[in-house]
């Protein structure tokens, strides 16, 4: 279960707003700011830091990706963002490190809230290869890594991500390797399993006739 959160929410629609802070409270979180412009949001966000971002993409002034970027570009903050348009050129700019989430709306209560849990819980393992890289670019490297190797873990053990995560951390610490070694080995076993580019034309060929 998620810990009460201090949540800055953005949006230029005034009953998205009201929205948010009805439901947050709801859900045992605290708005501590809901700005109508992406500006006011960095404006807000930059001096008192949330624990996590909720923030609509097309805003006037500065957009919700723009504005989460330029909080984030020293210290990643947790982000959903949310669309009223599911476009595919949107969702290509929304994938950042720092935004871990991505809803269209009109949102469900209990949409907002498997968001908002799936976002912390994403960022804590972001937080833990950070301690394990030691600096902020290596661990948003690693991530990339560790992402792949859990989607295999994923497939191959029928596990959730979280569950895949914690596999990972396991692996790691009973062989005393870095989680990224470890997703590294997995992603070469994946590829042995891969047939090579001429077995798969030969199959291919077969098929054919």
């Not at 948010?20 to 807000?44: F, K, M, N, P």
Request: hydrophobic letters at 40%; charged letters at 30%; glycine letters at 4%.
């Amino acid at each position: 279960m998620i810990s009460a959160l201090r949540i800055g929410v953005a949006d230029d629609e005034p009953h998205m707003r009201e929205y948010y802070q009805d439901t947050l409270s709801l859900l045992g979180h605290q708005v501590i700011c809901a700005a109508r412009t992406g500006r006011e949001l960095v404006q807000h966000c930059s001096g008192d830091r949330p624990d996590l971002i909720i923030a609509d993409i097309r805003m006037p002034d500065l957009d919700g990706i723009d504005a989460v970027g330029e909080l984030s570009r020293e210290e990643p903050i947790p982000t959903i963002l949310v669309s009223a348009y599911n476009d595919r050129e949107l969702f290509e700019r929304t994938k950042g490190e720092y935004i871990l989430a991505y809803l269209v709306k009109p949102i469900k209560q209990a949409d907002l809230e498997a968001a908002i849990t799936i976002a912390m819980q994403r960022f804590e393992q972001f937080r833990a290869l950070r301690r394990e890289a030691g600096a902020l670019r290596q661990a948003l490297e690693d991530r990339k890594l560790i992402e792949r190797a859990k989607g295999i873990l994923m497939k191959r053990a029928g596990l959730d991500e979280e569950a895949a995560f914690l596999r990972l951390q396991r692996v790691a610490r009973e062989s005393s390797q870095k989680m990224v070694e470890v997703a590294r080995s997995i992603m070469k076993a994946e590829a042995a399993f891969q047939p090579p580019e001429t077995d798969r034309a030969k199959s291919q060929s077969k098929d054919s006739t």
